[in-house]
């Protein structure tokens, strides 16, 4: 019988390539006609096909990897708590399991101080909402039309993303939607940034008293806005989200699950607005993607209420060993490389970069930014703002544009009118150029579609 290994070896680029396409399924795409990257390794801020092509990693795959590819203190990690202890159910206690709570408690903001583990990102959200219910005795969500949350039911429900209309008639009951403070295109029609946040505000707690705050169970809101355009909070604005919940008795949930460990340039992004949350959700990040791992933390108030109650939550692999293993050597990387203040000096440096492309590129029409979380916004003509791309829309332009990223040796994320820069935390100038000039020739497409 053959080893593992030499399964491997045996199987051409050709035959990988096909039994990918044959026997899997890819996510959000129509299956016919598909041309995935064939992916062999991978290193620092870079992956490689199999042709020995070497691609550029600009939005750290999907925003996870953020200490970076290959690093072997992760693998040396993982190796060494599976020769001691693979699996074990979730009903005992492990070493890496109250390393890794006991962390947590002590990077997160406040008194946030318990935690349940997870697979990923959408279940720490779907157990958030689940505990806010259970918590407050009331049922209803509210949730920002402009964000993503996950793909499970509740949290594609949360999420306002279209992704969800295909499968919404299952949506999760009680989730009700307000308008972002998207300064670059306010609802309101304001004047600053600060003008839209305001008016956000005002909505929010109109929308509150429309649904009564005796429903209201929790605002759900991501730490910093990631798939859905990087739309910046004006300083104030969770601030005052967390009085309209403290005025109101309602609790508020924090997604950092894209935002978190260091990709704003401090821990979490809600670092940045000083506030306390009352429930938190991570994921990503917190392994960097070496191996699954969600995470919903809570504060005592919280925790106490299920001191003498039953916690309504489990899943079968809730604090996994491993993966609380990886994410405790991901953790030490964070702080010996110092990754996190990296973040903030390259994001800084990404910045000033930008502004100069900016004077290159008229369909440039924003440029939004925290730490290393950004997003280009490419528009028709910078007065009007007309997108070049409509909303949930489809556009030969910005087909041609990541097209070119693509041929050009570049993997990140390109959606609607969007183009996102969110490269592992270990990068550097010389590789913030080197992606930011294959994304100028890729944008000089769109540059000839502006008037």
């Avoid at 959606?415 to 590789?431: G, R």
């Amino acid at each position: 019988m053959e080893t593992t290994k030499n399964i491997f070896n045996n199987i051409n680029d050709q035959e990988i390539l096909e039994d990918n396409l044959n026997y899997t399924f890819f996510s959000w795409s129509q299956q016919g006609g598909l041309n995935p990257m064939n992916i062999e390794s991978s290193e620092g801020v870079y992956v490689y096909d199999r042709t020995g092509k070497k691609i550029i990693d600009f939005s750290s795959q999907l925003m996870n990897v953020n200490i970076g590819h290959g690093r072997k203190e992760v693998a040396e990690a993982v190796a060494l708590q599976m020769s001691k202890l693979n699996f074990v159910a979730p009903s005992m206690a492990t070493q890496p399991r109250g390393l890794l709570g006991k962390k947590l408690a002590e990077i997160t903001p406040g008194d946030l101080s318990k935690t349940f583990f997870t697979l990923g990102g959408a279940e720490a959200v779907e157990n958030a909402i689940k505990i806010a219910r259970v918590y407050t005795g009331k049922h209803k969500i509210i949730a920002q039309y402009r964000s993503y949350h996950g793909a499970t039911y509740g949290a594609i429900t949360a999420g306002g993303d279209p992704r969800r209309h295909p499968v919404d008639s299952q949506q999760n009951p009680n989730v009700v939607h307000v308008e972002n403070p998207y300064s670059y295109r306010c609802p309101w029609y304001s004047s600053s940034p600060e003008e839209c946040g305001e008016r956000a505000i005002k909505n929010l707690e109109q929308v509150i008293l429309y649904e009564s705050p005796g429903t209201i169970a929790a605002i759900i809101m991501e730490g910093a806005s990631g798939s859905s355009g990087c739309i910046k909070y004006p300083p104030f604005y969770l601030k005052k989200v967390r009085e309209l919940c403290d005025k109101y008795n309602i609790l508020m949930i924090d997604d950092e699950v894209m935002s978190g460990f260091g990709r704003t340039g401090k821990y979490f992004a809600i670092d940045h607005h000083d506030v306390t949350p009352d429930i938190m959700c991570m994921a990503k990040g917190l392994t960097s993607g070496y191996l699954p791992l969600g995470a919903m933390i809570v504060r005592p108030h919280i925790a106490d209420t299920f001191v003498n109650k039953k916690l309504p939550l489990g899943l079968t692999y809730s604090a996994h060993a491993v993966s609380c293993a990886a994410a405790l050597a991901v953790l030490d990387i964070y702080e010996k490389d110092n990754l996190i203040e990296n973040a903030a000096e390259m994001g800084q440096y990404l910045d000033q970069q930008v502004e100069r492309m900016k004077t290159k590129h008229p369909s440039i029409g924003d440029w939004r930014n925290t730490g290393l979380l950004g997003c280009f916004e490419i528009v028709k003509n910078r007065e009007s703002k007309e997108p070049m791309c409509p909303w949930n829309g489809s556009s030969e332009v910005m087909s041609q544009v990541a097209a070119k990223i693509r041929e050009l040796g570049m993997f990140t994320f390109v959606k609607w009118s969007f183009i996102f820069v969110a490269p592992p935390l270990c990068i550097t100038k010389v590789q913030i150029d080197e992606g930011l000039n294959i994304i100028s020739q890729a944008i000089a497409i769109a540059d000839k579609h502006t008037y």
